[in-house]
């Protein structure tokens, strides 16, 4: 079920409708009947294997708390973690094996997600950061919450848990799936046929490679943003909030900086569970201590995605930037209170060549092979022909579609940068109730309408999440 | 002792982050201080370490929720 699909919608309008019917007592079974419901809809077979990790985990994590302190807890946490990463190990790996349709039903929806925070509940529970879960219906609630396991954000148990019981926020998630839905359909879905035109034909193409370099990261932003838009959004309709995974990375001054801005849930996770353990193993280790942390660091990111030579690149190539970044970063700093008056020209040049590093690492991302990525960056500055000479190629009408898709990804900087959203969310609906319910039943209806119109333009919800994926 | 620690981790955050204005104070956190991140976060615990002349582990450096827990910590263990 895509988010983006009629389908999705429709369960989630009822399922959030239905939660505000049950009693106090009992959201947490809730939420876990819903997830599994949609888990079920999407692969039946994928249900069992989250229902036996979560089982396993929640086993594990009461059984190393009894034994906590002793060398038999730290066995438990131990073996447990590598139990589980082997389990990701081989979903991720199946897609290799070669069978006609096999991912299809075998590789669980969510299971990089899902893995990742049974794995940092462990942990949290072996370091005393909190208390073993007792009751299991919220835990296992907490695993398969059914609007972040298509692609997070990677919410902590101790975040999530504490909000199971709040009351559903309407008009704010209604707000930001809205917001998320445009962003896909008006922004993504317009970028994406070029985008996916030039790395299709990135060798026989005779210009345009630009928009591989320059355009794909936009679109994939305004895609896989929109997926965690429309999982916060749906996660209110539940009363609970979950972490931002973006804070308008494409405005960076640096490297380390963009990393705080994009994919934050990922990034704070492997900083907290990956790269501290190993920096705090290796920081007598001087400033090979620190590559070396950042290198694995940025691989696992890398790989997290799957096991492709790419996705491997794209960590590597990361890694490098990183340690230039971090190696630097005293230096720089002494300069530019050294000569204040270059600030602005520094963080001109800084937002340019990091805007360029992140282009050319996430070529390596979208490329099919790693000889069509050398290919396209080799090309992205020549033949930079116009707009309408290098979309005409793929459909008689796709410079329309390009050009709206590339207008309104203005409008999207615009709009983060101003935030129309937070006076929005600030006007309070007064009086009665029939008021407020008929102002959410009329909000519904007219985007239900612009959702339809977009539809029906459009020709269909036809291009998955790039996220969704993984 | 705790004025005392205050005093030096002053000067220790101050070297690790550049910066010789920088005071700290217990509820201020890493959003507070520009560059404190999780790369600059561990440079900050072994700074701590070789001046207070204590060992942390990842659990305890991960723990730590502003200036005033790692205060707490470096009493405890080098009381």
């Given amino acids: 079920m895509s988010f983006t699909s009629v389908?999705?919608?429709?369960?989630?309008?009822?399922?959030?409708?239905?939660?505000?019917l049950i009693p106090a007592r009992w959201p947490a079974a809730y939420i876990l009947v819903a997830s599994y419901i949609f888990y079920c809809a999407s692969s039946p077979r994928g249900a069992i294997a989250i229902a036996l990790a979560t089982v396993f985990t929640?086993?594990?994590?009461?059984?190393?708390?009894?034994?906590?302190?002793?060398?038999?807890?730290?066995?438990?946490?131990?073996?447990?973690?590598?139990?589980?990463?082997?389990?990701?190990?081989?979903?991720?790996?199946?897609?290799?094996?070669?069978?006609?349709?096999v991912t299809s039903w075998i590789v669980p929806l969510g299971v990089s997600y899902y893995s990742f925070k049974l794995i940092s509940y462990l942990l949290d529970v072996y370091w005393g950061k909190m208390e073993a879960a007792k009751r299991f219906v919220p835990f296992a609630a907490y695993v398969a919450?059914?609007?972040?396991?298509?692609?997070?954000?990677?919410?902590?148990?101790?975040?999530?848990?504490?909000?199971?019981?709040?009351?559903?926020?309407?008009?704010?998630?209604?707000?930001?799936?809205?917001?998320?839905?445009?962003?896909?359909?008006?922004?993504?879905?317009?970028?994406?046929?070029?985008?996916?035109?030039?790395?299709?034909?990135?060798?026989?193409?005779?210009?345009?490679?630009?928009?591989?370099?320059?355009?794909?990261?936009?679109?994939?932003?305004?895609?896989?943003?929109?997926?965690?838009?429309?999982?916060?959004?749906?996660?209110?309709?539940?009363?609970?909030?979950?972490?931002?995974?973006?804070?308008?990375?494409?405005?960076a001054t640096t490297i380390s900086d963009y990393w705080r801005r994009w994919h934050m849930s990922l990034t704070n996770w492997l900083g907290d569970y990956v790269f501290t353990p190993l920096r705090m193993a290796t920081r007598n280790a001087g400033n090979a201590g620190l590559v070396a942390s950042l290198t694995i660091n940025m691989i696992a990111i890398g790989l997290w995605h799957g096991i492709t030579w790419g996705y491997f690149l794209f960590g590597v190539v990361h890694a490098l930037f990183l340690s230039v970044d971090a190696l630097s970063q005293r230096a720089r700093k002494r300069l530019s209170k050294k000569h204040p008056q270059w600030e602005p020209a520094r963080d001109v040049l800084g937002w340019l060549l990091t805007f360029h590093l992140v282009c050319l690492a996430l070529v390596f991302f979208r490329a099919s092979t790693v000889s069509d990525a050398l290919y396209l960056i080799g090309h992205a500055w020549t033949h930079l022909t116009f707009l309408s000479d290098v979309v005409q190629p793929f459909g008689s009408n796709s410079g329309r579609i390009f050009a709206i898709g590339l207008a309104c990804y203005g409008l999207l900087e615009l709009c983060e940068r101003y935030r129309p959203d937070r006076w929005l969310a600030h006007a309070r609906v007064a009086g009665p109730r029939y008021l407020r319910w008929s102002l959410y039943a009329s909000t519904v209806l007219v985007l239900a309408i612009g959702f339809a119109l977009l539809l029906a333009s459009s020709g269909g919800p036809k291009n998955p999440f790039v996220y969704a994926v993984f | 002792?705790?004025?005392?620690?205050?005093?030096?981790?002053?000067?220790?955050?101050?070297?690790?982050?550049?910066?010789?204005?920088?005071?700290?104070?217990?509820?201020?956190?890493?959003?507070?201080?520009?560059?404190?991140?999780?790369l600059t976060h561990i440079n900050l615990i072994t700074a701590v370490e070789r001046e207070f002349k204590v060992k942390f582990t990842t659990s305890e450096v991960t723990g730590l929720k502003n200036v005033g827990d790692l205060i707490a910590l470096i009493n405890k263990k080098s009381a």
């Fill in chain 1, 145 to 251: 919450f059914f609007p972040q396991i298509v692609a997070g954000p990677i919410q902590r148990s101790e975040d999530f848990l504490s909000q199971i019981g709040n009351a559903g926020t309407i008009l704010p998630g209604i707000l930001r799936i809205a917001w998320g839905l445009a962003k896909k359909l008006i922004i993504a879905d317009h970028l994406a046929p070029a985008v996916n035109y030039v790395f299709g034909h990135a060798t026989s193409i005779h210009g345009g490679w630009w928009i591989g370099f320059y355009i794909w990261p936009l679109q994939l932003y305004a895609d896989f943003s929109a997926l965690t838009d429309i999982a916060i959004g749906a996660g209110r309709l539940f009363g609970v909030e979950g972490p931002e995974n973006f804070n308008r990375p494409f405005t």
């Fill in chain 1, 7 to 20: 389908d999705f919608l429709f369960f989630l309008a009822i399922a959030a409708f239905l939660f505000r």
């Fill in chain 2, 1 to 38: 002792m705790a004025q005392q620690t205050e005093q030096r981790l002053t000067s220790i955050f101050q070297d690790v982050f550049d910066d010789d204005s920088l005071q700290i104070r217990p509820e201020m956190t890493a959003d507070d201080v520009e560059d404190w991140d999780s």
């Fill in chain 1, 58 to 101: 929640f086993a594990s994590a009461l059984w190393s708390q009894r034994l906590k302190g002793s060398s038999r807890a730290t066995l438990i946490v131990v073996s447990s973690i590598v139990l589980l990463v082997a389990y990701l190990m081989f979903f991720k790996l199946i897609v290799f094996v070669p069978h006609e349709g």
